[in-house]
């Protein structure tokens, strides 16, 4: 959604810029045009190849690109280290991108075949493998049940479990299989694909992606100027109630200095959905510190 960003984030004087999820540097290619010539962007990504590719990509803004390969819960030890303490807006556009989920090597996808790799930083342990031939069925059943929203969490883990008697799952096609195996057959030819829910519930526990939202949302609204907003694109119902949550807590009676934006989240238009079918499911909340003059 990136003009949606650019509304809420470029203007009233906002020249400084985090974007804590750069990725391939869609929405901070287009802050550091629409800020120039002397706004400056400081990018985070936990993936080392998204960082790459963002520089060869941000190079033509020298030195008003900044991109870190690191996580959003230091987003405030990045910025010192920039010798930030403060920015003018800051984007989170969770989840993964579309080079990761294109890549059959990084495990992501389950329309192709590759490792049950999954993490979005493969410079730290823990795959999807691991995961899924170490941990106790209960466990497995819990995460498919609570970060998939799959109804046959239970069977799907049973299912798993029996598999991996046998020998060791290693490959997405082959986890694709077990799961297929495990559903009712209305469910396996249905609209949406019997293995998403479980593909989504391991890639959340593989990068531990709610673990630390709260916090880093937290943090984000800390470093936020008097005027600085906050935008952030969710893409399931549980980082959307995490935001929901969160933003309302703190403009509530933590912060009388925060004002949420958007009562309702804004979604994708149909135009955008019809060039890019992920971005259906994108929600977009954004917050204010409001300057001093009251909120702008
Ligand atoms: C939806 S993509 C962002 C796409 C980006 N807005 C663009 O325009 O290209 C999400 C990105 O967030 C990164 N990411 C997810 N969790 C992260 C975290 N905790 N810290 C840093 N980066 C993270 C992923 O590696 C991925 O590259």
Request: proline residues 4%.
């Amino acid at each position: 959604m990136p003009s949606e960003v650019l509304y809420w984030l470029l203007g009233d004087g906002r020249k400084i810029f985090m974007d804590c999820t750069v990725g391939y540097s869609g929405h901070a290619e287009k802050l550091l045009e629409g800020s120039g010539p002397d706004g400056r962007l400081v990018g985070l990504d936990r993936d080392r190849s998204a960082i790459e590719a963002s520089r060869q990509r941000l190079s033509r803004f020298g030195a008003r690109a900044i991109l870190i390969h690191g996580h959003f819960m230091e987003l405030k030890q990045h910025l010192s280290e920039q010798g930030l303490a403060q920015v003018d807006g800051i984007v989170f556009d969770l989840g993964v991108s579309s080079p990761q989920l294109d890549e059959p090597a990084r495990g992501f996808s389950f329309q192709q075949d590759g490792p049950l790799d999954m993490r979005m930083d493969q410079s730290i342990g823990g795959t999807a493998a691991d995961l899924i031939n170490r941990w106790p069925e209960a466990q497995l059943a819990d995460a498919i049940f609570q970060f998939g929203e799959e109804r046959f969490s239970r069977r799907i883990a049973r299912a798993i479990v029996r598999a991996r008697e046998r020998h060791p799952l290693g490959t997405t096609k082959e986890l694709v299989s077990v799961i297929e195996g495990a559903v009712p057959a209305n469910y396996r030819h249905g609209r949406l694909h019997c293995a998403t829910r479980t593909f989504q519930a391991l890639r959340i526990s593989v990068n531990q992606e709610l673990d630390c939202l709260e916090s880093a949302l937290r943090d984000a609204v800390d470093v936020l100027s008097p005027g600085g907003r906050l935008c952030v694109i969710s893409f399931h119902s549980l980082e959307d109630r995490i935001v929901k949550h969160t933003f309302r807590a703190l403009s509530g009676k933590e912060d009388p200095a925060l004002v949420v934006l958007t009562k309702k989240p804004q979604v994708s238009t149909r135009e955008e959905s019809d060039r890019n079918p992920r971005s259906r499911s994108a929600k977009l909340r954004a917050i204010q510190r409001v300057s001093k003059e009251g909120h702008s």
